[in-house]
Nanobody, 119 residues
């Protein structure tokens, strides 16, 4: 059974930092691209960052480019999202997701972790 478990969310002041972690189990982790998504109240879910199975290629949404960094440790089956210079607009539930490299859709999703940035 595949599980993705996020941690590291919380309340932070604007300008602060948080590091999210997503621990995966039940899958061959390095064979999966990983993504971080977020959904704010009343808004659609949006992709924040993605990373290939090897970690060699990353993608960032324009809204977080230069402030967020996605990384992974395949030995620990974990993907991270380092978030710096946080803004109130970054407030959302953040979820990680896994996509087999042969597929276009994400196969597995975590439950999410709340990030709240106060002004």
């Amino acid at each position: 059974q595949v599980q993705l478990v996020e941690s590291g969310g919380g309340l932070v002041q604007a300008g602060g930092s948080l590091r999210l972690s997503c621990a995966a189990s039940g899958l061959s982790f390095s064979n999966y691209a990983m993504g971080w998504f977020r959904q704010a109240p009343g808004k659609e879910r949006e992709v924040v960052a993605r990373i290939t199975g090897s970690g060699a290629v990353t993608y960032y949404a324009n809204s977080v480019k230069g402030r967020f960094t996605i990384s992974r440790d395949n030995a620990k089956n974990t993907v991270y999202l380092q978030m710096n210079s946080l803004k109130p607009d970054d407030t959302a539930v953040y979820c990680c997701a896994a996509r087999a490299t042969s597929r276009h859709e994400y196969d597995y999703w975590g439950q999410g972790t709340q990030v709240t940035v106060s002004s």
